[in-house]
């Protein structure tokens, strides 16, 4: 496997919307080995989540995963979960808080609005149907990566400047009330 570059906030890549990706396409050797490469980036960055885009390869694939992740430690574990193709459908329309980073983005982070409840629908690396509802701070984390494929990046979504911080400033300041106010939210929520 291969480490891959990832893009970073001015890349021309990140602001496209990425193309819809074949099934002859994804069932191919050198798409697999990419999603290999895709998976081993995202592992080796300690992200929650990485989109093809931010590795310079705009298709419409994604990848989350959460395993007692350093840099989220509330975050909630996510099986590592492949989306080729990915659709999402708001459930309802109450939103929560998330302070959000991303490693397109680095050293920064912001309050962003997501709606707490969504329906996944896509493909998987081998080309089933993916069809799923997920809520809470996960569904957060799977409308990072979507917002990405359309060439969308979470400072695009920050509600207030003011919250952007950097991470050792959000670890000073804000992470102690972050997390106070989202454990019981995550618990509410089952995800």
């Known amino acids: 496997m291969t480490l891959l570059k990832i ?3 001015g890349n021309p890549v990140l602001r496209q919307r990425a193309r819809e990706v074949t099934e002859e396409e994804l069932s191919s050797p050198a798409m697999q080995a990419f999603i290999d490469d895709l998976v081993e980036t995202m592992r080796d960055a300690n992200g929650a989540g990485i989109a093809a885009t931010q590795v310079h390869v705009p298709v419409r694939i994604f990848a989350v995963e959460v395993q007692d992740n350093p840099r989220y430690p509330y975050k909630p574990n996510i099986p590592l979960t492949v989306v080729v193709n990915p659709v999402i459908e708001p459930l ?3 939103t929560f808080e998330n302070y959000e980073g991303c490693l397109s983005v680095p050293n920064l982070r912001g309050v962003v609005d997501r709606t707490t409840e969504i329906r996944l629908t896509g493909l998987d690396r081998e080309g089933r149907p993916i069809d799923r509802v997920v809520r809470g701070l996960s569904a957060g984390t799977f409308q990072h990566e979507k917002d990405h494929v ?3 990046l979470f400072v695009d979504r920050v509600k207030d400047p003011r ?4 991470w050792a400033e959000f670890d000073r300041y804000h992470k102690q009330p972050f997390v106070e106010r989202i454990v019981p939210f995550i618990q509410r929520m089952g995800g």
Do not use: R
């Open 163 to 166: 919250t952007l911080c950097t």
């Open 150 to 152: 359309d060439g969308v």
């Open 7 to 9: 893009a970073h906030i």
């Open 92 to 94: 309802t329309q109450e």
